[in-house]
């Protein structure tokens, strides 16, 4: 009888210091972000997906050598480039397939990419294609939203991104 | 640096783990003692660490040229330090007497090796597929090809392979020296 | 067809089939999982039940193996960096930590001593984030809701500060070969002091919320015996370990890193029951700040890499066993290198592993209700079991 009134007792005690910390809580200021009306502010250190980044004279180009460290040291082979010396023979090809136009421009026959393609899909944001980039012609992305529908989406032409990213500098 | 933990010293008479100190290649190398034993004296050689209080750490195997190599770790609560016994399976016949019956935890240990390279444990209760599908067919995933095998002098080189008896005098010592205190006051 | 099929079969799978052969008439075969939200991820459990007790217990693993091992045996050693921190994604720092630090031995790379104690940090910081996540999921599995927000609360907290450094909220691969991969800076320093203020103050809280709580007491206590000598017949090991009595910790036994330069406790309780491993883990997240406080304290200078720290290791011939602290118990990574740039073997010890491998021992006779609060009181995080 004394053992059904004790523990009585004792549950009513602990919903009471329950109510209370509920209470205390219940008037502190709320913590949760509603998304999408409102956005974490800081994200700074977010990795995103890698992209390539531009040579501070000319954001149309990037900084990439075409060495391929990266395609090596990737653990799930998800970057692929093809590499071309814009002097020699492929140059022309090169352009057509889509890359810079000021490439012949260049006196040193430097090898640079003419396809840069990451599949997002297989990747494991390890940054050790950042890490190894002997010229820190890679970064990581800060978009934090990003979604699609279909895998294809997320095969990413880094160097498409680039363009994307210059012109959209210069408006 | 600190972290380089330097084996405890061994008595003059296993000549052979003070060699591979000697090599000093790998400074650590995690085992404060560990030896080969036949495969017929696993069982004895298990029964002598349980009752020095050891517990089992895990089962590794790796596929050789001889066959397998089962390593069996142990440590202890009370005195730290890893044992390591190591076994070696010919290809032909990868057997070896099942030690779940002295650390039940075993078992699960030795499903894996089962699973992974095909190695049978005989006595063992539950010898069915633990991580990989039941209904999985084809070899062991772990098997490694022909030419990729490497054999024990290439992997352990500088000791010798033969396996020292559970009774004898070393063993024991083996497992009385085994202890990291040393170095563990060192650093 | 097939419907009709699988009416008549009563037989069960593969492993119903095995687990099957009882005398008993009365008793039923159940099966807990592997979609069981209790089992925290894809663990099933064969049940022969008579009532609500179960008489025989027996785990089934094997639902989100991904062949981990094989994998480390064809990529080279810094391909294999994102890889460990996946199996036990909870306490991710400390798997990186544990296959870093193995092929660091073996080669003989030198840490600074600034990386060492960054190392400490950020694993030690892991560390809380995994008891609380284990906290708030544990007491959802005994029916408390609200203690889980609390809980996330605080771990997204220390998620936020430790994004800023490593770039991952999750599956950190933050350590390198000879060091980690980003410095650390006044920021992070600051906010992690701040934050563990905020956490001495809410762990006065969850005390008298949660540890104190009658209702949470009466679902714990006397719950689900391990003896020590259990305990050692089946390798378990961490808080499964210490809430037996027995207080073993690798950061102490085998003290690796620059551990043996703090100062904190190794809590142990000898109930053996879940409330003993319960509060092994609250207590153990008081250490863990106590560390991280002394660490940030006096936090040397110099570099967080070395410098000459190879970039394409190849370690010599020969073999490392290597074991550390994590969450759940211990971690060991025995590898076997035949000189080449990949290892020759590699295979992970699972602390989860282990300490679930005990269960179908310790649950005999408990209540199905009890089997759950078992469950959660080894804290398993299938993944890494099934590797």
Not at chain 2, 32 to 52: G, P, T, W, Y
Not at chain 3, 103 to 131: D, K, Q, W
Request: with cysteine; hydrophobic share 35%; aromatic share 10%.
């Amino acid at each position: 009888m004394i053992k059904t009134l004790r523990e009585t007792i004792g549950g009513l005690w602990s919903l009471l210091v329950g109510m209370k910390i509920t209470a205390i809580n219940f008037k502190s200021p709320e913590i949760t972000v509603h998304y999408p009306r409102q956005v974490v502010p800081d994200l700074e250190g977010f990795r995103g997906h890698i992209e390539l980044v531009p040579k501070e004279d000319d954001p149309f180009k990037s900084k990439c050598t075409a060495c391929s460290n990266c395609v090596r040291i990737c653990p799930t082979s998800c970057i692929s480039m093809k590499a071309a010396k814009p002097k020699k023979k492929e140059a022309p090809a090169a352009e057509a397939e889509g890359s810079q136009e000021p490439a012949a421009k260049k006196p040193k026959a430097k090898p640079e990419p003419v396809l840069f393609e990451l599949n997002f899909n297989y990747c494991s944001l390890c940054g050790l294609c950042v890490q190894s980039c002997p010229t820190n012609a890679l970064r990581f992305s800060d978009d934090v939203y990003l979604a699609g529908f279909t895998r294809q989406e997320f095969v990413f032409d880094l160097l498409a991104r680039l363009q994307n990213q210059a012109q959209k500098k210069e408006q | 640096m600190d972290e380089k933990k330097a084996k405890p010293e061994k008595p003059a008479g296993v000549v052979k783990a003070a060699k591979q100190e000697e090599s000093a290649e790998p400074i650590y190398t995690g085992y404060d003692s560990d030896c080969f034993i036949e495969r017929q004296d696993l069982l004895n050689a298990v029964q002598k660490l349980d009752q020095a209080g050891f517990f089992l750490e895990d089962v590794s195997c790796m596929h050789i040229t001889e066959g397998f190599h089962l390593v069996y770790h142990f440590d202890r609560f009370d005195q730290p330090g890893r044992m390591g016994l190591r076994v070696v399976l010919d290809r032909e016949n990868p057997e070896v007497d099942s030690i779940s019956e002295i650390y039940p935890g075993a078992s699960w240990h030795e499903r894996e090796c089962f699973d992974f390279f095909g190695v049978r444990f005989t006595g063992h209760p539950n010898l069915i597929p633990l991580l990989l599908d039941p209904d999985f067919e084809g070899p062991p995933p772990l098997l490694k090809e022909e030419s990729a095998l490497k054999d024990l002098n290439h992997l352990y080189p500088d000791r010798g392979h033969t396996g020292i008896s559970p009774e004898s005098a070393d063993f024991t010592r083996e497992i009385n020296n085994c202890s990291n205190q040393k170095s563990r006051n060192k650093s | 067809m097939s419907s009709m099929d699988l009416r008549l079969d009563t037989s069960g799978d593969y492993y119903a089939r095995k687990f099957q052969p009882t005398k008993r008439e009365d008793t039923l075969i159940l099966n807990m999982g592997p979609q069981h939200p209790s089992t925290h991820g894809v663990l099933r459990i064969l049940l022969e039940i008579e009532g609500e007790y179960i008489l025989r217990a027996d785990p089934v693993l094997g639902y989100v193996h991904r062949m981990h091992e094989k994998m480390g045996e064809v990529m080279s050693y810094p391909q294999y960096y994102p890889n460990p921190p996946r199996t036990d994604y909870l306490h991710a720092l400390a798997w990186n930590w544990a296959h870093v630090a193995a092929v660091e031995r073996l080669m003989g790379i030198e840490v600074p001593e600034r990386a060492e104690y960054i190392r400490v940090i950020t694993c030690e910081l892991n560390r809380i984030t995994s008891h609380l996540l284990w906290w708030g999921a544990y007491l959802l599995d005994l029916g408390a809701f609200t203690p889980i927000m609390y809980s996330f609360d605080d771990r997204e907290r220390i998620q936020d500060i430790l994004q800023r450094i490593t770039g991952s909220r999750l599956t950190y691969c933050y350590y390198r070969f000879g060091g980690v991969s980003d410095d650390i800076d006044d920021r992070f320093v600051e906010d992690t002091r701040r934050h563990c203020a905020v956490m001495k103050e809410r762990f006065k809280m969850f005390k008298s919320l949660v540890t104190d709580n009658f209702i949470l007491r009466k679902r714990v206590e006397e719950i689900g015996e391990i003896p020590l000598e259990t305990c050692r017949k089946y390798g378990a090991t961490g808080p499964v370990l210490r809430g037996s009595g027995k207080a073993y910790d690798v950061r102490r036994a085998e003290p690796y890193s620059v551990y043996d330069r703090f100062d904190f406790n190794i809590p142990a309780y000898d109930t053996c029951d879940a409330m003993g491993r319960y509060l092994v883990r609250m207590d153990e997240m008081q250490e863990s700040i106590k560390i991280i406080e002394q660490a940030l304290d006096t936090l040397p200078e110099g570099d967080y890499i070395h410098p000459k720290a190879p970039k394409r290791p190849k370690p010599p011939v020969g073999d490392i066993y290597f074991a550390l602290e994590g969450a759940r118990g211990k971690i060991g990574i025995h590898l076997v290198s035949d000189g080449g740039k990949s290892p020759y073997r590699i295979k992970l010890r699972a602390p989860g592993y282990s300490n679930l491998s005990l269960f179908s021992e310790v649950a005999q006779g408990t209540l199905i209700s009890d089997a759950v609060s078992i469950l959660g009181s080894l804290d398993l995080v299938i993944p890494e079991i099934d590797r």
